[in-house]
């Protein structure tokens, strides 16, 4: 617990957040690793710097494979308790950080999500994904990101082959290629971003790739190898169409196609570090949920610790 509270009060501090808002994100993690510690199985804890148009912030997430519960608004109130301790962490949690969630089903674990911003703010979150390395190694070659431009949100999820630092180097290179391009030519449509990444990656080992773009309830999608790319919505999923290949090395025709947004669903993106066998209805009301929500519980109920595992989730 020592070690979670120091790692965010050194962010924030780099952050310059005022001495008494590194006390509270202090006290927040602090309660949240208290909770794994007693509660969960297989828990874990991530505090990470995040931002918002300009805006540097902290955001807090814990994920752990059960036993789960029921009441989640009863477990965020003070008092609440399972194990005859006070039960004020949750609560306290709630109160400090500009934005946080709790979900849980029984017998799929829970996911915890906060943000803290240097003053209080509460900007529209469309978008957030995680990444975790394979078990051993500090470097994930998964990676991903989000850029809007005007109207139009575009996401990339790129898993590097194999593991390690040169597969982070792998999709480092292809965040980049589809960023820069997105950025000199708002226009740019999702297979033409694949395709340069594509011609970007060839010094690389490789990889797979998912380009997304939202505008309004349109979602248009091309993918390179096995990105799973799912719409989210109503206890249901529906997959996204890719073609196989290996990009920098090995593609076919790059296909772009064209999915209508059904109100309150969410488009996820993950890697094969999770397995697409997770079912929509075992999680009821999850699409509606803040994206870094989403994202936290489908790596908590889908992800390997055999494998880097990335999820992006966007919202229209």
């Not at 982070?168 to 290179?173: L, N």
């Not at 060839?202 to 349109?218: E, K, Y």
């Amino acid at each position: 617990m020592s070690a979670c509270r120091g790692a965010a009060v050194t962010l924030a501090g780099r952050l310059r957040f005022p001495e008494t808002r590194v006390d509270e994100i202090a006290l927040a993690v602090t309660e949240a690793a208290s909770n794994l510690h007693k509660h969960a199985h297989q828990g874990s804890l991530l505090v990470r710097i995040s931002r918002d148009d300009g805006v540097a912030g902290i955001e807090l997430v814990t994920i752990d494979t059960g036993p789960g519960f029921r009441d989640t608004s009863g477990a965020m109130r003070d008092g609440h308790s399972t194990s005859g301790t006070l039960g004020i962490g949750l609560g306290a949690i709630r109160r400090l950080a500009d934005f946080c969630d709790l979900y849980s089903v029984p017998g799929h674990g829970t996911a915890l999500a906060a943000r803290f911003w240097p003053e209080r703010h509460h900007p529209a979150i469309t978008c957030a994904g995680l990444i975790r390395p394979i078990t051993g190694e500090v470097d994930c070659g998964d990676n991903f990101a989000a850029v809007r431009m005007g109207a139009t949100l575009t996401g990339v999820l790129c898993d590097g082959l194999g593991h390690g630092p040169l597969a982070a180097s792998a999709s480092a290179e292809a965040i980049a290629a589809v960023l820069e391009t997105v950025q000199q030519d708002s226009g740019s449509e999702p297979a033409a971003l694949v395709e340069r990444a594509h011609r970007r990656m060839g010094h690389t080992r490789g990889g797979a790739i998912g380009v997304v773009q939202i505008a309004g309830q349109l979602a248009r999608f091309a993918g390179l190898g096995n990105i799973t790319a799912t719409l989210l919505g109503d206890g249901a999923r529906k997959n996204m169409l890719s073609v196989p290949g290996i990009v920098g090395h090995q593609a076919r025709t790059i296909r772009q196609y064209e999915y209508e947004i059904a109100p309150g669903a969410a488009v996820v993106l993950h890697s094969d570090g999770l397995s697409a066998r997770w079912e929509a209805a075992a999680f009821p009301g999850l699409a509606v949920r803040d994206p870094l929500v989403i994202a936290a519980v489908l790596l908590a109920e889908a992800g390997t610790h055999r494998d880097d595992a990335g999820v992006l989730v966007l919202k229209p």
